[in-house]
């Protein structure tokens, strides 16, 4: 089973600031990496699939990168609202797995 | 619009049995995957297992095989989620989620989840 480890555990960051979350596999996954954001008492929430594809109604803002093993989510500025949980997730044809998360808080 | 409606808040005692619910509307229920997801409090998302509505196609985590079982009814383009004896550490948010089509076969939509409390 692949094992995704999400780095690091929190970012204190600022409005404005560029944020940069890691999300590495113990095996190449290829391309079947996406990333979901979730603020609290809400479910997660579709964020990019293909590792670089934004989702419907996601901002610019939002970018992911990387290929095989080692895979980035990048925020390049922070809006109030981004202040959440992201994980990242491999899927294979029918089984699934999630990193543990990383949190973005305001410094 | 494309929704994924949950069951109700549930209390049980540690040995009951449960099964919870994610009603889909605005899309083709059955040409779509629907996925459970594990949340405990304060933790972060585990993928429990998968079914394929039209022909209940399911596929399970290694971790949650033999703990649960995943189940639709196409007629009322539900899914389901079932234990038959719960433990107190079945204590968690369970979310279902479509998996999309076409490029996009990850989780597009999400229930609102579904609080299961085991506790004596």
């Known amino acids: 089973e692949i094992v995704l480890t999400q780095s690091p555990a929190t970012l204190s960051l600022s409005p404005g600031d560029r944020a940069t979350l890691s999300c590495r596999a113990t095996?190449?996954?290829?391309?079947?990496l996406a990333w979901y954001q979730q603020k609290p008492g809400q479910p997660p929430r579709l964020l990019m699939y293909d590792v670089s594809y934004r989702a419907t109604d996601i901002p610019a803002r939002f970018s992911g990168s990387g290929s095989g093993t080692d895979f980035t989510l990048t925020i390049s500025s922070l809006e109030p609202e981004d202040f959440a949980v992201y994980y990242c997730q491999h899927r294979s044809s029918w089984l699934s797995t999630f990193g543990g998360g990383t949190k973005v808080e305001i410094k | 619009e494309v929704q994924l409606e949950q069951s109700g808040t549930e209390v049980k005692k540690p040995g009951e049995s449960l099964k919870i619910s994610c009603q889909g509307s605005?899309?083709?229920?059955?040409?779509?995957?629907i996925a459970w997801v594990r949340q405990k409090p304060g933790k972060g998302l585990e993928w429990m297992g998968t079914?394929?509505?039209?022909?209940?196609?399911?596929k399970y985590s290694p971790s949650f095989q033999g703990q649960v079982t995943i189940s639709a009814d196409k007629s009322t383009s539900t899914a389901y989620l079932q234990w038959t004896s719960l433990k107190a550490s079945d204590t968690a948010f369970y979310y279902c989620?479509?998996?999309?089509?076409?490029?996009?076969?990850?989780?597009?939509?999400w229930g609102q989840g579904t609080l299961v409390t085991v506790s004596s």
């Open positions: 605005g899309y083709k229920f059955v040409y779509y995957w």
């Open positions: 989620a479509r998996r999309g089509g076409g490029r996009n076969k990850y989780l597009d939509t």
């Open positions: 095996e190449s996954v290829s391309n079947s």
């Open positions: 079914i394929y509505p039209s022909d209940s196609d399911t």
